[in-house]
T-cell receptor, first 111, second 117 residues
Framework: DAKTTQPPSMDCAEGRAANLPCNHS???????VYWYRQIHSQGPQYIIH???NNETNEMASLIITEDRKSSTLILPHATLRDTAVYYC????????????FGDGTTLTVKP | GAVVSQHPSWVICKSGTSVKIECRSL??????MFWYRQFPKQSLMLMAT?????????EQGVEKDKFLINHASLTLSTLTVTSAHPEDSSFYIC?????????????FGQGTRLTVV
């Protein structure tokens, strides 16, 4: 799996958009970008994934650069419950369970 | 979405005893299950991968005789920590994938916090 780099921590004001960056400069053509988050003392929660096109679901949007070397997860209206560690993972789409988790970004949403 | 449930959520055991953790897929057939370990303030580390009816594949550095994994059915995998010691205290998390579209997304359990005293 390609290595990813994320900032260790970020703050965001409640109600504002949270933009979490991820660098994955060694990504291969068949590797997807996945995002998970882990709220304290819980298992990770799937957020979104994409290959090269931007993706949106009810939780977030994923913007992948044209060269696919970086991406941004956008939480459009952050709430206090979005405070968590966010993990960006790059891997082949099949057999999605075998993931290499980096250190992630600790997002703190402040009132 | 698909649901994965772990039991127990937390357990305290005495040093030298064995502890079994269950991971169940509640509404889909989990063809592959994964076990992770997470120490405080650290990221998740993959311990092993198990396919239904097959022996588990362990990651480098994980003792297969200490962490026994059984995946006897398409809805249940168990992790047994044998002869547990305080250094085995950790947060253990399972995840599962299924067939078709359920193969491109991993569904995680809520985790089990093991404390060995």
């Amino acid at each position: 799996d390609a290595k990813t780099t994320q900032p260790p921590s970020m703050d965001c004001a409640e109600g504002r958009a949270a933009n979490l960056p991820c660098n994955h400069s060694t990504i291969s053509g068949n590797e997807y970008v996945y995002w998970y988050r882990q709220i304290h003392s819980q298992g990770p929660q799937y957020i979104i994934h994409g290959l090269k096109n931007n993706e949106t679901n009810e939780m977030a949007s994923l913007i992948i650069t044209e060269d696919r070397k970086s991406s941004t997860l956008i939480l459009p209206h952050a709430t206090l419950r979005d405070t968590a560690v966010y993990y960006c993972i790059v891997r082949v789409g099949t057999n999605a369970g075998k993931s290499t988790f980096g250190d992630g970004t600790t997002l703190t949403v402040k009132p | 979405g698909a649901v994965v449930s772990q039991h127990p959520s937390w357990v305290i055991c005495k040093s030298g005893t064995s502890v079994k953790i269950e991971c169940r897929s509640l509404d889909f057939q989990a063809t592959t299950m994964f076990w992770y370990r997470q120490f405080p303030k650290q990221s998740l580390m993959l311990m092993a991968t198990s396919n239904e009816g097959s022996k588990a594949t362990y990651e480098q550095g994980v003792e297969k005789d200490k962490f026994l994994i059984n995946h006897a059915s398409l809805t249940l995998s168990t992790l047994t920590v044998t002869s547990a010691h305080p250094e085995d205290s950790s947060f253990y998390i399972c995840s599962a994938t299924g067939r078709g579209t359920l193969n491109t997304e991993a569904f995680f359990g809520q985790g089990t916090r093991l404390t060995v005293v």
